[in-house]
């Protein structure tokens, strides 16, 4: 892939770009935060002082940020600054409108862009088993491919630009309300006399299973790996998971679709950040639910 620019090394860029670096690849990374520059330099990222700078001959574009107009931002300042027909892969969660217009920015300017967004959290991240659900067209999908291999371990072709974004609003639709759904019903247990372990045991077996009990369990104990066992340690943090449920809400009213368990879920996510939980993974609901009216 040549020379990588890879900007904004969060919590979840720098361990992506660790990644890549770890299989050999050249990467200069930015991001506006010193403590995020000086943690992804200690993985062996060469960090530049501006998004101009780390773009500068750059022959891949990797952006991990938190909103659309960041997203946009960057590129139009980088796209000038990097190689001619450059691949511009942005792999943060924001809004289909703007990942559809970060597409059109890469098109007037000859290079390649695919929407990369990620599931799998921090530890995913780290681990290099992330999901990359991506939009653009099928011929820089494979170009993109490979590159994203060596982040993850799965990488789905989701359709034409946006729909990578499309794809994950959806997934975490799905999520955030699911989550909610295992959290009450752990809430109401423990109300009842029916313990985690026995509700654990017969949900895991039987039809309410699903990824938020049996990988993510939102009480601690019977998924020794869920933030739960270590006082909601963010693995995805609540803020973001209100982000996607805002943004999947948008989408919908645009769209004209019904999503009123979406809008529900974004209530209870806005009451909980606001009661606390906003340094707390989004499993940690769960406290709020327990606490009952």
Same mark, same amino acid.
């Given at each position: 892939m040549g020379r990588i620019a890879f900007i904004g090394l969060g919590a979840m860029g720098a361990p992506? #770009? @660790?990644?890549?670096? *770890? =299989?050999?690849?050249? /990467?200069?990374?930015?991001?506006? $935060?010193? #403590? @995020?520059?000086?943690? *992804? =330099?200690?993985?062996? /990222?060469?960090?530049?002082?501006? $998004?101009?700078? @780390?773009?500068?001959? *750059?022959?891949?574009?990797?952006?991990?940020?938190?909103?659309?107009?960041q997203v946009l931002d960057v590129w139009r300042t980088a796209l000038p600054c990097a190689a001619r027909g450059a691949l511009f892969v942005d792999c943060s969660t924001i809004d289909i409108d703007s990942a559809r217009h970060a597409h059109l920015l890469a098109e007037m300017a000859d290079s390649k862009a695919i929407d990369a967004p990620v599931s799998g959290g921090v530890a995913g991240a780290s681990a290099r088993s992330l999901t990359f659900m991506c939009g653009g067209d099928a011929e820089t999908f494979q170009i993109a491919k490979p590159l994203l291999e060596k982040m993850g371990?799965?990488?789905?072709?989701?359709?034409?630009?946006?729909?990578?974004?499309?794809?994950?609003?959806?997934?975490?639709?799905?999520?955030?309300?699911?989550?909610i759904a295992t959290a009450e019903a752990f809430a109401l247990a423990s109300r009842i006399g029916l313990s985690a372990s026995a509700l654990y045991e017969v949900a895991a077996a039987s039809s309410g299973q699903s990824w938020s009990l049996t990988s993510y369990c939102p009480v601690p104990g019977p998924v020794p790996a869920s933030p739960a066992n270590r006082d909601y340690a963010p693995g995805f943090a609540a803020p973001l998971m209100l982000k996607d449920l805002r943004l999947a809400e948008t989408a919908g009213a645009k769209a004209g679709a019904v999503t009123p368990l979406c809008a529900a879920a974004a209530q209870l996510y806005a009451l909980y950040v606001a009661q606390g939980g906003s340094g707390k993974d989004f499993s940690g609901i769960f406290e709020m639910l327990r606490g009952g009216a």
């Open positions: 992506m #770009a @660790a990644s890549l670096v *770890a =299989a050999g690849q050249e /990467v200069i990374g930015f991001d506006s $935060a010193d #403590a @995020a520059r000086e943690k *992804a =330099a200690a993985a062996g /990222v060469r960090c530049a002082a501006t $998004a101009q700078e @780390a773009a500068s001959g *750059a022959e891949t574009l990797i952006t991990m940020l938190q909103s659309g107009e371990a799965r990488i789905l072709h989701c359709g034409g630009p946006g729909l990578g974004q499309a794809a994950k609003l959806c997934n975490n639709l799905m999520l955030g309300v699911t989550m």
